[in-house]
């Protein structure tokens, strides 16, 4: 039998806090008449105490458990009620590349800054979104040619695109997981009493809204996002979930090439400074046929991949076949198949745990294939 140590009087406080009093008598080492291995309860019924006296010092010797177990079955045991489909560990969200945005948050509308490449490219991303978008639109206000559609802009910075897509008439929600970003962006649209209305922004990741929304959106856009994410595939179920069944998604990033890695990293960061060090990650390109391999399993077909080229001596985006750097994608989801399932479910209640993994659909865009 465990034979015990002396506690002190601030040990013999801490128990009366516990609501264990330390009267003049304490108990003598028990006699267990039996033994159950359902709770402490039934153990601490179980055991026959009988009155010592204490110390002047206020101290005391146990030699049994009967107090500690019954401290014990007084603690409740606590679970972590589950609420979201996705759990942190497939999170899209890389912390380092938070860090990176967040030091440069205050130069978002800086149109000389380092983020003058984003702001030239809405001449080619903006009527790339608005003319595909449009296609699927039979009745459209020539003023206001996206109104009435509502559109996810993930990764919205400070809001370089989220405000000419709410200029064209769209209901735009603008997220982005670096508060200080949001911050910008909100206090840039405010200027503009139209677009205040038109747009709304949240600091949240996009699973965080997949567990809020379900399909309400016309069109998902990432725009220089994709590369910068740490589970491609789960930001792709993810925007198929959000989106309504033909909705459209639309991808701009960098392609997985020496060239781009020459040119994106090595000329544009290291040497002519065009982007700051450390925020492109090689590894984490990707190439056109590598990004159709995750869509069209996840029901996303792919329309339209076209290569974008930037002259950094003029500063100016154009159009090209050749899609080795930079290229804009264009996917329509589905209004047959089922969407994937995620890696993990959430808890229903709190006896109840699902799994499911992803589903992969078999369909695979056959004119891209030629």
């Not at 969200?93 to 490449?117: C, I, M, N, R, Y």
């Not at 910068?228 to 090439?257: A, M, W």
Request: with cysteine; glycine share 6%; proline share 6%.
């Amino acid at each position: 039998m465990w034979r015990g140590r002396r506690l002190s009087s601030r040990g013999v406080r801490f128990l009366e806090t516990l609501g264990f009093a330390c009267p003049s008598a304490v108990a003598k080492p028990p006699h267990v008449t039996s033994w159950s291995a359902n709770s402490g309860n039934q153990l601490t019924r179980n055991l026959q105490t009988k009155p010592r006296e204490c110390s002047e010092h206020g101290t005391m010797w146990f030699r049994s458990y009967s107090m500690i177990l019954s401290c014990l079955t007084r603690i409740k045991p606590y679970r972590s009620p589950w609420k979201s489909l996705y759990s942190t560990s497939q999170t899209t969200v890389d912390s380092k590349e938070v860090k990176t945005f967040l030091a440069l948050a205050h130069k978002w509308w800086d149109e000389q800054g380092v983020f003058a490449p984003l702001h030239s490219m809405n001449d080619l991303r903006v009527p790339f979104i608005r003319d595909n978008l449009l296609k699927t639109s039979v009745n459209h206000h020539p003023g206001k040619p996206l109104s009435g559609m509502k559109i996810l802009d993930v990764g919205c910075g400070g809001g370089l695109l989220t405000e000419p897509l709410g200029r064209l008439g769209a209901s735009v929600t603008g997220i982005d997981p670096v508060a200080e970003n949001i911050k910008i962006a909100q206090h840039h649209k405010s200027f503009d009493p139209v677009l205040d209305k038109r747009i709304e922004y949240q600091v949240c990741s996009l699973e965080e809204t997949v567990n809020e929304t379900g399909e309400v959106f016309d069109a998902v856009v990432a725009s220089e996002v994709v590369e910068h994410v740490i589970d491609l595939e789960t930001f792709i179920q993810c925007c198929y979930r959000v989106l309504k069944p033909g909705g459209s998604l639309f991808i701009t990033t960098i392609n997985k090439t020496q060239l781009s890695y020459a040119l994106g990293i090595v000329l544009s960061e290291q040497i002519v400074g065009i982007v700051p060090k450390g925020t492109h990650t090689w590894e984490k390109f990707v190439s056109p046929e590598k990004l159709e391999s995750i869509l069209e399993p996840n029901g996303l077909s792919v329309q339209t991949v076209a290569g974008m080229l930037y002259n950094p001596f003029s500063g100016y985006w154009r159009w090209s076949e050749n899609t080795s750097l930079n290229y804009a994608a264009h996917a329509v989801k589905s209004s047959t198949q089922h969407p994937p399932e995620p890696a993990e479910s959430s808890l229903q209640g709190d006896s109840e745990a699902l799994q499911a993994k992803p589903s992969k659909s078999p369909h695979v865009h056959e004119e891209l294939k030629k």
